[in-house]
T-cell receptor, first 118, second 112 residues
Framework: KQEVTQIPAALSVPEGENLVLNCSFT??????LQWFRQDPGKGLTSLLLIQSSQREQTSGRLNASLDKSSGRSTLYIAASQPGDSATYLC?????????????????FGKGTLLTVNP | KAGVTQTPRYLIKTRGQQVTLSCSPISGHRSVSWYQQTPGQGLQFLFE???????NKGNFPGRFSGRQFSNSRSEMNVSTLELGDSALYLC???????????FGPGTRLTVT
């Protein structure tokens, strides 16, 4: 059974700081990994999607890396801003190669609550 | 292009009642997934549909069911509501090829 862990659970930083959010997963048989942000009471906004064959993806101030063999991904946020304050969620989609496809679903971590202070 | 829409946005129901939630995916998307989000359990996968077929199912009791129509719109039904069913129910759609998920704003269900 796939388990996804995000560390730290909460992070508070001053504006302008570069920061790294961590995500680890127990089953390396993944199809892809996706990072989302969620604002309070809202739905999820997709930030970056990394396919299992890729090592990293970049979008603006965001850079996500994937090390499938070690079961880790990081989300790097450069020059943080107060508007970046949100919960960041990591989710992995299983490749379906185990258990007849039953792990093909998207499994989420509990998220990291990020607060960027002005 | 319009995003994923969910209706209603808020619902208050009484224990024992049933409820139906609706999700309209992004135009052209054929896959729809449903998730339950609670403060204690986080985001949990309910089920996934592709071209009207349930492709994957999470570990929820049979009171939770869903379906997808030919226009890719999906509905989720919860029968015999329990207090623990109070949650934010999120729907996501994807093209089906890259599997990148796009989420709707959610339906906040409160069971009293």
């Amino acid at each position: 059974k796939q388990e996804v862990t995000q560390i730290p659970a909460a992070l508070s930083v001053p504006e302008g700081e570069n920061l790294v959010l961590n995500c680890s997963f127990t089953d390396s048989a993944i199809y892809n990994l996706q990072w989302f942000r969620q604002d309070p009471g809202k739905g999820l906004t997709s930030l970056l999607l990394i396919q299992s064959s890729q090592r990293e993806q970049t979008s603006g101030r965001l850079n996500a890396s994937l090390d499938k063999s070690s079961g880790r991904s990081t989300l790097y946020i450069a020059a943080s801003q107060p508007g970046d304050s949100a919960t960041y969620l990591c989710a992995v989609r299983g490749s379906g190669t185990n258990s007849g496809g039953s792990n093909y679903k998207l499994t989420f971590g509990k998220g990291t609550l990020l607060t960027v202070n002005p | 292009k319009a995003g994923v829409t969910q209706t209603p946005r808020y619902l208050i129901k009484t224990r024992g009642q049933q409820v139906t939630l609706s999700c309209s995916p992004i135009s052209g998307h054929r896959s729809v997934s449903w998730y339950q989000q609670t403060p204690g359990q986080g985001l949990q996968f309910l089920f996934e549909y592709f071209s009207e077929t349930q492709r994957n199912k999470g570990n929820f009791p049979g009171r939770f069911s869903g379906r997808q129509f030919s226009n890719s719109r999906s509905e989720m039904n919860v029968s015999t509501l329990e207090l623990g069913d109070s949650a934010l129910y999120l729907c996501a759609s994807s093209l089906g090829t890259s599997w990148e998920q796009y989420f709707g704003p959610g339906t906040r269900l409160t069971v009293t």
